[in-house]
């Protein structure tokens, strides 16, 4: 089964430069330890996204004709707003009773999020420790006979995030809801056996989630059902998700079904008992979306008043891993991109990244009759929703595709880093700092370790040096911010440029702790020649009519073997210079199908020939393929 106090301002006017969003950044004078959160950018971001929805609408509906699955109902999300929603096909085979956006669904094991945040919601009031021993709560559990002498007691932690050693247990859990808490109590009490120690690993367990709704029962007070209802469902209106299958009007219950002998069969629905907590949920498309909508809430960390029903900081502390499970590294099919997929379990919630989006988090819910899924990219305020009413409906594939489609649009970006008000500052002192050395200026800006891991004096030749080559240097207008506190930009210069960038150290108030000036000169007219001449050898996959230029001591085995391997890359052409010092050395860049490339040569001074070259992936992409 699966505001601001001393406040500093930050106005940022957003600007492209060399394929990456820059900030042009202009703060108000104020002292704060407040820090402003990433924003989107692109103010046509939704109108992109929107692009998106004809094709995900085909998808699902080719997903559900080849899965066979009796109805569907599917929604897209954008900043956790319900902005697209389809249904298809039939809520009840045998009444030819249609699908629509209020139909309910059984969401099964995505019931698990919900249990997660009663949980954090009764640690936030300070009912439980996250870290108290489960037996507390639950004394049946207090006579287990754990795995090995040295295993920790069972903690709330460990249930939360799959890592208390019980055995993986979807087929048995499935048929397990009926249960009544006096079987559950007598299940515990004959013991349970374990997999793995606890706290050693993953390992999928519904009955660790059935036990954590019997904890939420006892620190509430209250019958788990009635807890989840008073203080999740009902304040985020969600009216239409109940434990309960008897409480859903049968106008717009789903009937769960299983593809056999070439023909829908029904199947028996599943009572809610003492394993709900695991599973038990149902609900409609609108009131997952404002659930969805909820969970994508807590992101970015911000100011605004936090109105619950969980704080902000609990529901984000779900959705970072806490039990990693092994990385994995697929293809679709043999000739199609890798995929990456590492991560773990958060509370109640699966959490990975991936090379084209990054964070992730999902869960899904299957169960005899349905199958459901939810997904959001937190950065990116983008989710997507799924239920249908075929046993075990697998929406994972339709989803990367309906994923895929909304990153095709050009809309699917994350938030931008904003710097704060100290690095903004940092960064006009240190510009003046580069255009003219001023000594009482260095002390003021430095933290405690700049001028001891690299004297002032080594650092102010250095500048000198610069000046020497390049001229009068001015920054530009653009700001490439990583985080609040770290962040580099370019200066121009009367020749070249200089990439500059500084971190702030973890004192108030922040100071430069680390500073880079990396000096680029035009290629001369020689260099220039050659590296044109490189960039056709790529296209080519070969370094062959190039023998006037190689050095006799370069590895043209090596060279032509990286040259041969750019087939892979696809078409390629040249772009910006990212180092060189005008003369004997540089790296250029490649704008590749597949990718960014950097071509980087080395002349020999004497003969101004190729004496070092290399291919190699451009170290800024988040994943290579």
């Not at 929603?85 to 019931?111: C, Y």
């Amino acid at each position: 089964m699966t505001r601001f106090a001393g406040l500093v301002v930050v106005v940022l006017v957003a600007g492209w430069i060399q394929g990456g969003l820059l900030l042009r950044a202009q703060a108000v004078p104020g002292s704060s330890g407040r820090i402003p959160p990433p924003v989107f950018t692109d103010t046509g971001r939704r109108a992109k996204l929107e692009q998106a929805f004809p094709e995900i609408d085909r998808l699902f509906a080719q997903f559900a004709q080849r899965s066979r699955v009796p109805g569907i109902a599917y929604g897209i999300l954008i900043d956790g707003e319900l902005v697209h929603a389809g249904a298809l096909g039939l809520r009840d085979v045998e009444a030819n009773a249609p699908v629509d956006t209020d139909t309910v669904f059984r969401i099964a094991s995505m019931t698990k999020s919900f249990t997660a945040l009663a949980v954090l919601r009764l640690r936030d009031e300070g009912r439980l420790s996250l870290d108290d021993p489960a037996e507390k709560y639950v004394p049946e559990l207090a006579a287990l006979s754990y795995p090995t002498a040295d295993s920790p007691r069972i903690t709330i932690r460990h249930l939360l995030s799959h890592a208390e050693g019980f055995p993986e247990d979807n087929p048995w859990g499935d048929q397990q809801l009926s249960v009544t808490d006096a079987e559950m109590s007598a299940m515990m009490r004959r013991g349970i056996p374990f997999s793995t120690a606890p706290g050693t690993a993953y390992e999928y367990s519904n009955f660790g989630f059935a036990i954590l709704g019997r904890i939420v029962t006892k620190a509430s007070g209250q019958p788990y059902a009635s807890y989840v209802g008073a203080h999740i469902l009902r304040p985020l209106g969600m009216a239409s998700t109940t434990l309960d299958p008897g409480t859903v009007p049968p106008a717009r219950l789903a009937r769960g079904y299983r593809w056999e002998d070439a023909r829908w069969k029904l199947e028996p629905p599943l009572p809610d008992g003492a394993f709900g907590s695991m599973g038990g949920m149902l609900t409609s498309t609108k009131d997952l979306a404002r659930y969805v909508g909820f969970l994508m809430s807590a992101w970015p960390a911000r100011d605004d008043p936090d109105a619950g029903p969980v704080r902000r900081s609990s529901v984000r502390e779900m959705q970072h891993v806490w039990r990693p499970a092994p990385a994995l590294i697929t293809r679709d099919t043999v000739d199609a991109p890798l995929r990456l997929n590492t991560g773990g379990y958060g509370f109640g919630l699966r959490v990975w990244q991936s090379c084209a989006v990054g964070h992730l988090v999902a869960h899904s819910g299957g169960l005899p009759g349905f199958g459901s899924h939810m997904r959001w990219l937190p950065e990116h305020g983008v989710a997507v929703i799924a239920m249908g009413n075929l046993t075990y409906t697998s929406w994972t594939r339709v989803a990367d595709d309906a994923i895929d489609a909304l990153g095709r649009t050009g809309g699917l970006r994350p938030r931008t880093p904003q710097p704060s008000g100290a690095l903004v500052e940092a960064r006009t002192a240190v510009s003046r700092l580069i255009d003219r050395w001023d000594d009482s200026l260095a002390d003021s800006l430095a933290s405690m370790n700049l001028f001891l891991d690299e004297s002032k004096s080594r650092r102010r030749a250095e500048l000198d040096a610069i000046h020497a080559a390049h001229g009068a240097c001015r920054p530009d207008e653009g700001f490439e911010v990583e985080n609040a506190l770290r962040g580099q930009w370019r200066m121009t210069c009367d020749r070249g440029w200089l990439r500059v960038g500084i971190t702030l150290a973890p004192t108030m108030a922040p100071k430069v702790q680390s500073l880079t000036v990396r000096p680029v000169l035009p290629l001369d007219a020689r260099m220039a020649a050659v590296v044109d001449r490189l960039t056709a050898a790529v296209e080519a996959r070969s370094l062959q009519g190039l023998d006037d230029l190689l050095e006799t001591g370069l590895n043209t085995v090596e060279a032509e073997a990286q040259f041969r391997s750019m087939e892979r890359w696809g078409a390629c052409r040249l772009g910006d210079v990212v180092d060189s010092d005008g003369l004997n050395a540089a790296r250029v860049r490649l704008s590749c199908t597949l990718g960014a490339v950097d071509l980087g040569v080395q002349l020999d001074a004497r003969s101004r020939r190729i004496g070092r070259l290399s291919l190699a992936p451009a170290g800024n992409q988040t994943c290579v393929q």
